[in-house]
């Protein structure tokens, strides 16, 4: 699979998932411009994937904003010379039950999660259309699958992505771009690890981090061990060369959602 003269953008790309399918990405041949709330860490990654051999930018953004979603994919044409390939990774979480979760946190899931992807595929396909080509992954969760007690505004948000991908597959399907789903199981990234982490905040009376780690990779899939960053990265390149694999909502989960 080569993707040797494409330009692909990945939100949310300093850390975890995001910089797992940025490297995957230079690997396999693409320039890859690394954008991020976090512009310390989207500079991490692209000299990553320039010591890759690949040309980069790094860019600051905030997904959840139009002005700064029209900046960013200016940039990364003005930078790298247009826009192929669009990974709309970046998602936050919290975990709340549904008599905690106010209304303000459920806005702000749903700004990040759902219309920080609408924006970035948006903007995406306005550059793309003209040129006939483009592919665009939004990174979705097995939560846009199955529900999870705890996260039904997390739920709600990523089953909102699946089903935008549907939608604008459709639309865009005549014009050489597939628009797809890419839906990560449990990957062990700052989302899961730490006190701040789901590990952190599912422990059971008296059990380490650690320890909670291990049993929600034990009891949550059937094959027993998280998925990496790396596993993420293989299908969002399989997904940027594949030609007739459009409006998917492909899990990488272990067998979770069996
Ligand atoms: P992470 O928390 O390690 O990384 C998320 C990145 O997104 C961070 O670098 C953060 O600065 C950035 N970000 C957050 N809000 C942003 C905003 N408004 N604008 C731009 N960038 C922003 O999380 P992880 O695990 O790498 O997650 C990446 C995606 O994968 C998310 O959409 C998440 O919902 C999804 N996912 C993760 C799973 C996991 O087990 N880690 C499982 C299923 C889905």
Known sequence: MELKGKVALVTGGGRGIGQGIALALAGAGADV???DLDQTIAEETAAKV???GRRSV???VNVAQQDSVRAMVEKVEAELGGLDIAVNNAGIISIQSIEELT???FDRIMAVNAKGVFLCTQAAVR???PRRWGRIINVASIAGKIGFPDLSHYTASKFAVIGFTNAVAKEVA???ITVNALCPGIVGTGMWRGEDGLAGRWREEGESEEASWARHQKTLLPQGVAQTPEDMGQL???LACAEHVTGQAIAVDGG???
């Open 256 to 258: 979770c959602t069996l």
């Open 174 to 176: 005549l014009d050489g």
């Open 58 to 60: 790094a860019i600051s």
């Open 33 to 35: 411009a690394v954008a």
């Open 236 to 238: 969002a390149v399989y």
């Open 127 to 129: 550059v793309m259309r």
């Open 50 to 52: 320039e010591a890759a």
């Open 103 to 105: 209304a303000e946190d």
